[in-house]
């Protein structure tokens, strides 16, 4: 079946060059089978492989996954302790299989609220894979898009006090230039799993002109077919950018 989706992608034409996903579901995923919240989260390990594994195939050069909000450090102690621990798990043991795949990884967020071990572990992985060609990977985490504003302004506002910048000179390019996103292309398509229609303080700046494919399946549900369907969904739509549609 994916290899199907996969040939209808390529006939498709114009695959997306930047794919972002919120994963949610975990927590429900695991209570639906009477299991701790923890599992559905490391459930969800195994989707973000997949999803990875079906980017490189579909053709995608940007993936942006969002692995920990900053308000995710209000839940539980256990489960943040929990997340972290699987963060540290994830991002050692897939780091040879990433720098054979190619994959280039990019953790973004408030990093220094993080303990030293999932620290450390997220150093290695983003020195051991660069300069991987085939798949620019961001994984956000203690992220948030509002803070994510607040210190790009704030960045701005030095680059001013310092007689770097003229304020009449900030525009556009100048903030998208101080976002954690610099020099990369906005999504194109931004997945949601389990069915919430909500952007949820996600790249708030970059997803202004993104399509959005919500899916009510739950993330450890999702395999790479279901992202060959996201992308499949999107060749069928039309983006007009605030434009009309040409005739
Ligand atoms: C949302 O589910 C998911 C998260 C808060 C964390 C996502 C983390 C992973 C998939 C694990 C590993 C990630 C990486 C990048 C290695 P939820 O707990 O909010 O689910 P619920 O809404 O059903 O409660």
């Given at each position: 079946m994916s290899s199907e989706l996969l040939q209808q992608i390529r006939e498709g034409g114009r695959v997306p060059g930047h794919v972002a996903v919120i994963m949610d579901g975990n927590g429900r995923w695991a209570k639906g089978r009477g299991l701790p919240r923890y599992r559905g989260h490391a459930a969800g390990m195994d989707s973000v492989r997949e999803v990875i594994e079906g980017a490189i195939e579909a053709g995608v050069r940007v993936l942006t996954l969002f692995a920990f909000s900053q308000e995710n450090w209000n839940r539980p102690e256990r489960e943040v302790n929990a997340l972290m621990k699987l963060l540290q798990l994830y991002v050692t043991r897939e780091r040879n299989e990433l720098v054979r795949q190619g994959v280039e990884v990019h953790v973004h967020g408030d990093t220094d609220r993080l303990a030293a071990g999932p620290r450390r572990a997220i150093e290695a992985i983003q020195?051991?894979?660069?300069?991987?060609?085939?798949?620019?990977?961001?994984?956000?985490?203690?992220?948030?898009?509002?803070a994510e504003l607040v210190r790009a302004a704030r960045r701005l506002a030095e680059r001013v006090r310092a007689g770097e910048l003229d304020p009449g000179d900030?525009?556009?390019?100048?903030?998208?230039d101080e976002l954690y996103t610099a020099g990369l292309p906005d999504p194109d398509l931004l997945i949601r799993t389990s069915g919430e229609q909500?952007?949820?303080?996600?790249?708030?700046?970059?997803?202004?002109?993104?399509?959005l494919y919500i899916t009510p399946l739950l993330w450890p549900e999702f395999r790479r077919e279901h992202l060959f369907e996201a992308i499949c969904d999107y060749q069928g739509r039309e983006r007009r950018f605030g434009r009309v549609t040409a005739v």
């Amino acid at each position: 079946m994916s290899s199907e989706l996969l040939q209808q992608i390529r006939e498709g034409g114009r695959v997306p060059g930047h794919v972002a996903v919120i994963m949610d579901g975990n927590g429900r995923w695991a209570k639906g089978r009477g299991l701790p919240r923890y599992r559905g989260h490391a459930a969800g390990m195994d989707s973000v492989r997949e999803v990875i594994e079906g980017a490189i195939e579909a053709g995608v050069r940007v993936l942006t996954l969002f692995a920990f909000s900053q308000e995710n450090w209000n839940r539980p102690e256990r489960e943040v302790n929990a997340l972290m621990k699987l963060l540290q798990l994830y991002v050692t043991r897939e780091r040879n299989e990433l720098v054979r795949q190619g994959v280039e990884v990019h953790v973004h967020g408030d990093t220094d609220r993080l303990a030293a071990g999932p620290r450390r572990a997220i150093e290695a992985i983003q020195a051991a894979t660069v300069g991987g060609q085939v798949l620019h990977l961001n994984l956000m985490i203690s992220y948030g898009g509002r803070a994510e504003l607040v210190r790009a302004a704030r960045r701005l506002a030095e680059r001013v006090r310092a007689g770097e910048l003229d304020p009449g000179d900030i525009d556009e390019t100048a903030l998208a230039d101080e976002l954690y996103t610099a020099g990369l292309p906005d999504p194109d398509l931004l997945i949601r799993t389990s069915g919430e229609q909500r952007v949820s303080n996600f790249m708030l700046w970059q997803v202004a002109y993104t399509e959005l494919y919500i899916t009510p399946l739950l993330w450890p549900e999702f395999r790479r077919e279901h992202l060959f369907e996201a992308i499949c969904d999107y060749q069928g739509r039309e983006r007009r950018f605030g434009r009309v549609t040409a005739v």
